[in-house]
């Protein structure tokens, strides 16, 4: 049965965002796949296939969570990263199942060596070291406990990468941050040249690191944002843009929300339109209701804001945002007949509803809004 209110994943957007990106990758960086937060909102078990297909074999994750997930869904020769929160019995988990993990404290790597040792494996580690984010990360002192630990257990420690985050490389109001990070990161790495020690990937890039200051690719890039088809923020869009001399967004939305007209009514000049006095009709107008609400992640904070396409146009949200009902203005919209096709954020025609628009309104970032579009709403994959 085909659901009323679906996202729609487009296969052909995501090829084209891979391609962007490999088009800005220098020869032979690795793409890992960054598919934390529910794959930015389009659904884990639903994305993962869909980059495989198209060439993907690397993904990084948040946790152990999202690491099961992954690997429930994935092909055998597919490779997971998890950059941050394991429990104990998680960090058993991956080391079973050769699953890579990042080492950002002293603590973690003390654990891995126990556990390695009572499962006689040996784990894919990467130490990410604080180069100025100041969130995690093994500190200098840190590091050298950890390189001894490491030369200590070679049995049990593949040292797999070695990595940093950088604290804001989609503004360049952060770059003398950015820059400093950068040159900690490169110390590091001598240091540990020095002692023999070279990790089989160097990587610190997102997305904005990756487009903006290509020199940061270094061996792998952990992209999240573009491969979905945005721009971390419209700074980094525009540089890109004038940097290339180009007019066009490179990039195309991996997905499109959708539903239909439950109602259609009519409502009088005077009436009140749906709870309380949020929204007063001064005129004769046509109502449309829409089965999706705050409960399906659409924001409360688009009452009487908020905007649907119907038949290609603007309707707009009359009344408090319901927790299962919106209400629209269809007046001026000729003939919308219960079972029309609503988009809620994508492409009608030549009218488009961005994420970015849809979140200015609820001062969401793209990134926030994405994250919260709620797993229950069934995915739908399309060419
Ligand atoms: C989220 C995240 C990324 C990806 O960031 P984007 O801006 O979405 O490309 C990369 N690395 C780490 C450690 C992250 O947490």
């Known amino acids: 049965m085909h659901p009323s209110t679906y996202i729609e994943i487009s296969k052909s957007a995501f090829k084209q965002n891979y391609d962007f990106i490999q088009s800005i990758l220098l020869p032979n960086v690795k793409f890992s796949s960054v598919i934390k937060g529910n794959a930015y909102g389009h659904g884990i078990e639903v994305i993962v296939p ?9 993904f990084s994750v948040f946790n ?13 020769d597919t490779e997971i990263m998890v950059m941050g929160m394991l429990t104990p019995a998680q960090l058993e988990w991956v080391i079973e199942k050769d699953i ?3 080492i950002f404290d002293i603590h973690r790597l003390e654990q891995t060596i126990e556990l390695c040792k009572e499962l006689n494996k040996k784990a894919k580690v990467h130490f990410e070291i604080e180069t100025g984010m100041n969130r995690t990360g093994l500190s200098k002192d840190d590091l050298n406990q950890a390189v001894e630990l490491l030369k200590k257990n070679a049995d049990y420690l593949e040292l797999y990468g070695l990595c940093t985050h950088l604290a804001g490389a989609e503004s360049i109001a952060n770059y003398y941050r950015i820059k400093n990070q950068l040159i900690n990161y490169k110390k590091t790495l001598k240091q540990l040249k020095a002692m023999d020690i070279e990790p089989k990937y160097r990587h610190v890039s997102c997305s904005a690191g990756t487009i903006r200051f290509p020199e940061t690719q270094f061996d792998m890039v952990r992209v999240g944002i573009m491969q979905y088809g945005f721009f ?5 869009m525009i ?21 239909q007209v439950m109602s259609v009514k009519e409502v009088a000049t005077g009436e009140f339109i749906g709870y309380g006095t949020a929204y007063f009709a001064s005129k004769d107008m046509k109502i449309a209701t829409i089965p999706i609400g705050y409960g399906y992640g659409f924001a409360r904070a688009l009452t009487n804001q908020g905007k649907v396409l119907i038949h290609g146009e603007y309707a707009q949200v009359v009344g408090i945002v319901n927790m299962n009902i919106i209400s629209v203005d269809i ?17 009608d025609g030549d009218k488009d509803i961005t994420v970015s628009s849809f979140s200015d309104i609820s001062n969401q970032v793209n990134y926030e809004l994405l ?13």
């Open 239 to 259: 540089n890109y843009l004038t940097q290339h001399k180009e007019v066009d967004d490179p990039l195309r939305r991996g997905l499109t929300w959708k539903s």
């Open 232 to 236: 971390p923020t419209n700074e980094v």
């Open 64 to 76: 152990g969570d999202e690491a099961f997930r992954v690997k429930q869904v994935c092909g055998p």
């Open 371 to 383: 994250t919260r579009l709620p797993n229950d709403i069934p995915r739908v994959v399309v060419d």
């Open 50 to 58: 869909v980059l495989e297909e198209i060439g993907v074999n690397h």
């Open 100 to 102: 890579e993990f990042y």
């Open 331 to 347: 007046t001026d919209i000729d003939d919308v007949q219960v079972g029309d096709s609503v988009t809620i954020i994508g492409r």
